[in-house]
């Protein structure tokens, strides 16, 4: 399995947007669905967004719906994170992930492939 790597992750106040990027090196990009989890200190793990290899299915963890966004361009083998009305509890470090099945309820350990993370820090 390719590499997955996070960025464009930083410092922002409440109410900011920002936007993470997941580059992978996978040349079979597009049969992956993709996922955001996210953890914050002293938390588990938690799904935030996945993306069918399509580009056509969307699901969202309930408290990110409305105000994040998941995307992905398969030419470049990406896929993006748009985070916006951030809120001081967005806090964590943001992970993409792989798996090879469309899920309800994606878990942690549905994932096959990880990145290693790009932190989120939301100033009150």
């Known amino acids: 399995q390719g590499q997955l790597v996070e960025s464009g992750g930083g410092l922002v106040q409440t109410g900011g947007s920002l936007r993470l990027s997941c580059a992978a090196s996978?040349?079979?990009?597009?049969?992956?669905?993709m996922d955001w989890f996210r953890q914050a200190p002293g938390k588990e793990r938690e799904f935030v967004a996945q993306?069918?290899?399509?580009?056509?299915?969307?699901r969202y963890a309930d408290s990110v719906k409305g105000r994040f966004t998941i995307s992905r361009d398969n030419a470049k083998n990406t896929v993006y994170l748009q985070m916006n009305s951030l809120k001081p509890e967005d806090t964590a470090v943001y992970y993409c992930?792989?798996?090879?099945?469309?899920?309800?309820?994606?878990?942690?350990?549905?994932?096959?492939?990880w990145g290693k993370g790009t932190l989120v820090t939301v100033s009150s």
């Open positions: 996978e040349r079979t990009f597009s049969r992956y669905v």
């Open positions: 992930a792989a798996s090879d099945k469309l899920l309800m309820t994606p878990t942690e350990y549905d994932m096959i492939n």
């Open positions: 993306i069918a290899g399509s580009e056509s299915g969307t």
